[in-house]
């Protein structure tokens, strides 16, 4: 008679059931919040770097009309100075190869620099598409590839890479996102 008592109570089937799947579904919810935290970032990265490849390429006409200007100028200067017997492009020819020879990349300084001047304009971007704060702008890194001249059909390039730690229990990984945009330069020809 007491077994058929013990045996006939379903106390605490629901309690038993709920603890067997209640840690997948907590596993399910921080990988669906992972996901989302990173999409999030994933977006607003594109969003930064297309938004300042955007801005620098069609602000870059008055920095054409200056490039031509002091191209002229100092065309004219070399021909005076060496009466008419060497030009501007035979001096950048020859400096080219100088530099070259003692393995000096005047393009990968030039796009270090533009790398250190374009970081704050996309981080700025990016924390326009980060409003909430919820990341740090500052393990943002940015790469530029600049164009060598600002002639008609120069491209620019910008690369900007985000490391996003994983929230998962007994995970302690980092996912790197890196986004690029290239943009034709708007020269006016």
Do not use: C
């Amino acid at each position: 008679m007491k077994m058929q008592r013990f045996a006939k109570k379903e106390d605490g089937s629901l309690t038993l059931e709920a603890a067997m799947v209640m840690p997948f579904f907590l596993l399910f919810i921080v990988f669906l919040a992972t996901i989302i935290r990173i999409s999030v970032v994933d977006m607003a990265l594109r969003t930064a770097v297309n938004d300042t490849t955007e801005m620098i390429a069609t602000h870059v006409y008055p920095v054409t009309l200056l490039e031509n200007t002091a191209r002229s100028a100092l065309d004219e200067k070399v021909k005076t100075y060496t009466k008419d017997t060497v030009n501007l492009d035979q001096v950048t020819d020859l400096a080219s190869r100088l530099l070259s020879e003692f393995g000096i990349n005047i393009m990968d300084h030039v796009n270090a620099v533009a790398g250190t001047a374009l970081t704050p304009m996309v981080r700025s971007n990016f924390d326009k598409s980060m409003e909430d704060g919820f990341f740090d702008k500052d393990r943002l890194t940015v790469e530029v590839d600049a164009p060598s001249s600002f002639r008609p059909g120069a491209y620019i390039g910008v690369t900007a890479t985000y490391e996003v730690g994983i929230t998962a229990p007994f995970v302690n990984k980092k996912i790197k996102l890196r986004k690029k945009a290239y943009e034709r330069l708007w020269s006016g020809a």
